[in-house]
């Protein structure tokens, strides 16, 4: 039909929407048929494709499970790919499954795979660069000024160039290294820290914390308050930033509790995305990583919460490789791309080694963080780790809460600084705090208690002066005491300094049987902590020489309860006491026991 005048087809200049971005949907099929068979040849395009590049959704969903059974050692095979997917319920997207087994069957040798996924790796470059000229033109329609087209440039130059920095691209090797001029010139001590002064942008810290503290409650009002731009411990209000907040450990009436009582509703929640119970695979695989970083993506998200980390890994606690992983699966992708992370965690049996599981959990963060439930409503937020040594070390927080009938009281619920009424020699800070083991060190110090004292010694005086106290606390007192240089006999730690007055709620609410703050069921923490019995006083038998002087010329050491030499193991690994003599094992003094009550 020669006399038919024909219409142009649409351009993208014309109408982008009826125009098939650019694709290589050949290559795409190559490379999704030959990695379902090979984990060599998905080791090897992963270097230089990702999920994103493909164009096909199908294709994207047999690749992401793949590298789901490369991350947990399964050789991968189209079968297990069909097994995997259906587990998911995912299978009507792959056509029920013969997307997967035509794509498998007509494949190619696994050598050839990186030169397909180059062609795929071009394609998309081209399919972005065409969504940023549509994204200017549709500026320029809407008559955008030159700034805000500026802008949109300057995003996408610095989306590309991330995306050599992070290992896609024929530079992604030479991208990592340090450009010296621009890295000198970058001021990082006047980088500023987010929102309460816990950590930097870009930072990866771990708040750890036992059940009663309420890690979880504590860290939902900071992420809000961070979210709408309010502010939270005395800090001055920033910009709102992007929060996703991935929550496998709180019920979904327990949140909507909690964040009514902060002031929070369904208006006023800002930047913050909150996940409730999320289908993301175990954060410690590659696919769990690609499923967080995707919803990163999604979300716009600067900052991830992951509340609590030991829901979210496949791995055992202990195992060092578990907490390796999720480094080189997740955060790892996290911190290159400068988004800042929260994990919550559970303190282990024993307190003072910090959260539970392996020691690497704590190797990649830049801060970890230990919150401690005082009593009364009073926690203790102290960093224990640092990388950067930036901020404070500690916080001393009321949290302060308002029942309205059986109901809390809508933004009744706030976490803020305890503040005191200084008087010159006042003591201040963590040391004015009952209950922590720097107010029994400013007591043992008031008390002149000699700091050479071991802890046998240590607990019968604290019997006799009354000082209530575990015998964990006083043992950690008596090392904190003896390590310190002998000029700091005052708080070993420095006074913080607290500007913000706390709101007055008009008196301790009343609260329902086993219920201590929003969202805190089954008796997790006491309203006021009970207080333990005394010790008994020291025994008249046989402990006569524990008080005789020392001849310090001598450099043999004393046993502090009976005053006899130390000698054997008990000597060379720094023993106080004799066998015999400790209270815990030995039958002198005889019946001497410290209290195991929390103080």
């Given at each position: 039909?020669d006399?038919?005048?024909r219409?142009?087809?649409?351009?993208?200049?014309?109408?982008?929407?009826?125009?098939?971005?650019?694709?290589?949907?050949?290559?795409?099929?190559?490379?999704v048929?030959?990695?379902?068979?090979?984990r060599?040849?998905y080791?090897?395009?992963?270097?230089?494709?990702?999920?994103?590049?493909?164009?096909?959704?199908?294709h994207?969903?047999?690749?992401?499970t793949?590298?789901?059974?490369?991350?947990?050692?399964t050789?991968?095979?189209?079968a297990?790919?069909?097994?995997?997917?259906?587990?998911q319920?995912?299978?009507?997207?792959?056509d029920?499954?013969n997307l997967?087994?035509?794509?498998?069957?007509?494949?190619i040798?696994?050598?050839?795979?990186?030169?397909?996924?180059?062609?795929?790796?071009?394609?998309?470059?081209?399919?972005?660069?065409?969504?940023?000229s549509?994204?200017?033109?549709?500026?320029?329609d809407r008559?955008?000024?030159?700034?805000?087209?500026?802008?949109?440039?300057?995003?996408?130059?610095?989306?590309?160039q991330l995306?050599?920095?992070?290992?896609?691209g024929?530079a992604?090797?030479?991208?990592?290294?340090?450009?010296?001029?621009t890295?000198?010139?970058?001021?990082?001590?006047?980088?500023?820290?987010l929102?309460?002064?816990?950590?930097g942008?870009?930072?990866?810290?771990t708040?750890?914390?036992?059940g009663?503290?309420?890690?979880?409650?504590?860290?939902?009002?900071?992420m809000?308050?961070?979210?709408?731009?309010q502010?939270?411990l005395?800090?001055?209000p920033?910009e709102?930033?992007?929060i996703?907040?991935?929550?496998?450990?709180?019920?979904q009436?327990?949140?909507?509790e909690?964040?009514?009582?902060?002031?929070?509703?369904?208006r006023?929640?800002g930047?913050?995305?909150?996940?409730s119970?999320?289908?993301i695979?175990?954060?410690?695989?590659?696919?769990g990583?690609?499923?967080?970083?995707a919803?990163?993506?999604a979300?716009?998200?600067?900052?991830?919460?992951i509340?609590?980390?030991?829901?979210?890994?496949?791995?055992?606690?202990?195992?060092?490789?578990?907490?390796?992983?999720?480094?080189r699966?997740?955060?790892?992708?996290?911190k290159?791309d400068?988004?800042?992370s929260?994990?919550?965690?559970?303190?282990?049996?024993d307190k003072?080694?910090?959260?539970r599981?392996s020691?690497?959990k704590?190797?990649?963060?830049d801060?970890v963080w230990?919150?401690s439930y005082?009593?009364?409503?009073?926690?203790?937020?102290k960093?224990?780790?640092?990388?950067?040594?930036?901020?404070?070390?500690?916080?001393?927080?009321?949290?302060?809460?308002q029942?309205?009938?059986?109901?809390?009281?809508?933004?009744?619920?706030?976490?803020?600084l305890m503040t005191?009424d200084?008087?010159p020699?006042a003591?201040?800070?963590?040391?004015a705090?009952?209950?922590?083991v720097?107010?029994?060190i400013?007591?043992?110090?008031?008390?002149?208690?000699?700091?050479?004292?071991g802890?046998?010694?240590v607990?019968?005086?604290?019997?006799?002066?009354?000082i209530?106290?575990?015998k964990?606390?006083?043992?950690e007192a008596?090392?904190?005491?003896?390590?310190?240089?002998?000029?700091?006999?005052?708080?070993?730690?420095?006074?913080?300094t607290?500007?913000e007055?706390?709101p007055?709620?008009?008196?301790?609410?009343?609260?329902?049987?086993g219920?201590t703050?929003?969202?805190?069921?089954?008796?997790?923490?006491?309203?006021?902590?009970?207080?333990p019995?005394?010790p008994?006083?020291?025994?008249k038998?046989?402990?006569?020489?524990?008080d005789?002087?020392?001849?310090?010329?001598?450099?043999?050491?004393?046993?502090?309860?009976c005053?006899?030499?130390?000698?054997?193991?008990?000597?060379?690994r720094?023993?106080?006491t004799?066998?015999g003599?400790?209270?815990?094992?030995?039958?002198?003094?005889?019946e001497?026991?410290a209290p195991?009550?929390a103080?």
């Open positions: 039909m006399n038919v005048r219409i142009p087809h649409p351009t993208a200049d014309q109408d982008g929407l009826n125009r098939t971005p650019p694709h290589d949907l050949e290559a795409e099929e190559y490379v048929g030959v990695v379902m068979h090979d060599q040849a080791e090897q395009c992963s270097l230089l494709i990702n999920r994103e590049d493909l164009f096909v959704p199908a994207q969903l047999i690749w992401d793949v590298a789901g059974l490369i991350a947990t050692n050789e991968p095979h189209p297990l790919v069909r097994a995997e997917i259906e587990k319920g995912q299978l009507h997207r792959v029920n499954g997967i087994y035509k794509l498998g069957t007509h494949t040798p696994g050598a050839m795979a990186p030169a397909f996924a180059e062609r795929i790796a071009e394609t998309a470059r081209q399919r972005r660069y065409d969504a940023h549509t994204a200017l033109k549709a500026a320029i008559k955008a000024d030159g700034e805000e087209l500026a802008a949109l440039v300057a995003d996408f130059q610095q989306h590309e995306r050599e920095n992070t290992g896609r024929p992604h090797l030479v991208a990592s290294l340090l450009d010296w001029g890295f000198f010139a970058t001021d990082f001590g006047a980088i500023q820290l929102l309460g002064k816990l950590m942008p870009g930072q990866q810290i708040l750890v914390g036992d009663k503290a309420g890690k979880s409650l504590f860290t939902q009002e900071w809000w308050r961070m979210a709408t731009g502010p939270f005395g800090d001055t920033q709102p930033l992007p996703l907040y991935l929550d496998a450990e709180n019920g009436e327990q949140v909507q909690r964040f009514l009582s902060f002031g929070a509703g369904p006023n929640m930047e913050l995305r909150y996940a119970f999320p289908p695979r175990p954060l410690d695989t590659a696919g990583g690609a499923d967080l970083i919803l990163v993506k979300t716009g998200a600067q900052l991830v919460v509340d609590t980390v030991s829901r979210f890994i496949s791995g055992p606690e202990n195992d060092a490789d578990t907490w390796l992983n999720l480094y699966h997740t955060l790892l992708p996290l290159r400068r988004i800042a929260v994990r919550l965690d559970h303190f282990g049996k003072e080694r910090g959260g599981g020691s690497a704590t190797q990649d963060v801060h230990e919150l005082q009593g009364g409503g009073t926690l203790v937020l960093r224990t780790h640092t990388r950067t040594g930036i901020g404070p070390d500690s916080f001393v927080i009321l949290r302060q809460a029942r309205d009938g059986d109901n809390w009281a809508l933004g009744g619920t706030r976490h803020v005191h200084v008087e020699g003591v201040t800070g963590l040391s705090i009952p209950g922590t720097e107010h029994l400013t007591q043992l110090d008031q008390a002149g208690v000699p700091t050479d004292w802890s046998p010694r607990i019968k005086k604290c019997a006799e002066l009354g209530q106290a575990r964990s606390k006083i043992e008596v090392r904190i005491r003896k390590n310190r240089p002998s000029a700091d006999l005052p708080p070993h730690l420095p006074p913080s607290f500007n007055t706390p007055m709620f008009g008196g301790p609410p009343a609260k329902t049987p219920q703050s929003p969202g805190e069921v089954g008796g997790t923490s006491p309203a006021v902590a009970p207080a019995p005394s008994r006083p020291p025994s038998e046989g402990g006569g020489g524990a005789l002087p020392r001849d310090t010329s001598d450099t043999s050491r004393l046993c502090d309860v005053g006899e030499p130390l000698t054997g193991y008990r000597l060379e720094g023993y106080d004799h066998l003599c400790e209270p815990e094992t030995g039958s002198h003094p005889p001497h026991h195991d009550d103080a």
